[in-house]
């Protein structure tokens, strides 16, 4: 019993507080996952550069692993522009040019004791063992301005309860794509060796990464957001609701089975979803909303104004 939510500002002017409002909004589904508390953010994109997020720790092992990151990062021709130590992360923009699915994949095994958290032109993912609000006193996530994000709380039911298990997660390999996710995908072995015969790499064996995956494959041979989802609801076996993003769009899929719970609140500025409605609620505090909850084998996206 998970928590996920979402929120997409449609305007470019609008959207200064995306941190805050996903902290709202988890604090008020966080009684469905006391475990974990992540976020997905979208900030501000430049060209040729990525955002790159790592855990890596606490004490001496994780200083060398930021020293073996550093030094991966020269060896593939990526500068720093600018890094920090914060929590248990290390995070890094850099100026890089070339394939970035190679460069996931080599930045992976590029400390023994670090993994990658997230890599993106504009996404950068945060998550710690905690509550929203305990994650955001180590990581600042209230002073993150940005046009879209997604949240996630976490009740552990299959793995330990530590800062890499933690959700959201993104799509190894390929840069901004993230997902937050409720339920369980019961063919997810078959639909890993599908991909892993095409040369995809995974760094966990949470089904959620597989479902980023998955989509992102699909973007990358052409495929739009919305059709993509369209064909999880298929290709996927199990019960499932999930919000995903990418740098300029957000999107829902539900199984059809809808067990898992999912709600959502749309006007002319955002659309907001989440697990249930207390979460919208804390968006607009003492307002009646006119919510809606999306109908079993559905999906839908939506997309921010440039």
Known sequence: MCGIAGILFKH?????ETGKALIDMLDGCQHRGPDSTGFALYGAERADELRLRFFVGEGEAAEDSVRRIKQALAQH?????????????YRARVAFRGDVRKFSYAMEHAAPGAKVISIGESLEIVKDVGTAHRVDERYNVHDFAGSHGLGHVR?????DVKPEAAHPFWATGFADVAIVHNGQI?????MRRRLQRRGFEFTTDND????AVYLADKLSQGVPLKEALKMSIDDLDGTFSFLV????????AKDRLAAKPMIMYETDDLIAIASEEVSLN???PGQALDTRE???????TWSRST
Do not use: C, H, M
Request: glycine fraction near 8%.
């Open 294 to 300: 999306p109908p079993p084998g559905s999906y839908d």
């Open 77 to 89: 021709q990526a500068r720093i522009i600018e890094d920090q130590r914060i929590g248990n992360d």
């Open 245 to 252: 993003s990418t740098k300029d769009e957000i999107g829902y």
């Open 186 to 190: 019961t063919n997810y072995w078959k």
């Open 12 to 16: 470019a002017e609008v959207g200064l």
């Open 155 to 159: 009740l552990a039911t299959e793995s």
């Open 208 to 211: 959620s990464e597989l479902i």
């Open 282 to 284: 804390r968006l607009f």
